[in-house]
């Protein structure tokens, strides 16, 4: 009997010095996030418009000469933009206060003073580089215009093609 104690004693210190296994539960959190945003371009030919004053014959204008930017300015957006702005930049030249296309002839910088105005009237000038806010964008092309005119009383001279760029900046 006295064996069977000890190998009794020795299954119970066995048993004993097994850890033993405790069941439970324990809680977290999983976030899922996803970010949609909406994205822009200008045109299809890389972002230029073109405002064309056309073909006319040196002179002193005795009338305002009008244009827009007729079908070449779009804003291509892939989802919608509630709040879109644009800023139109300084002129590469600046005359007193307005931008100004600028031809050279015979080494002689020759300029034509010009506005942008955001109506076809010609009534609510874009002022240089200030956000104006535009109508919502949808998905797909948002077609827009940007009119401009050469006032009354300006001095045409004869050059080969007066040129200017402005930037463009939408926010969206």
Known sequence: MKRQIISGLAAVAAVASVTPAFAGTASGTLTSTLAVVTTCTVGSGGGNALLDFGTVPAQTLTSPLDADTGNSLTVNCDG?????????????????????????????????????FQDAGRTV?????TP??????????????IYGRI???VLLKQ??????????????
């Open 80 to 116: 919608d933009a509630a709040t879109p702005t644009l800023e139109i930049g300084a002129s590469s030249n600046v005359v007193s206060g307005f931008r100004a296309m600028k031809a050279t002839v015979a080494g002689v910088d020759q300029f034509v003073p010009y506005s942008l």
């Open 132 to 145: 104006v806010s535009l109508p919502p964008f949808t998905a797909g092309p948002n077609p827009m215009k």
């Open 159 to 172: 050059a080969p093609l007066h040129t200017d760029t402005v930037t463009l900046k939408y926010t969206f």
């Open 125 to 129: 000038p874009f002022a240089i580089n």
């Open 151 to 153: 006032a009354a009383g």
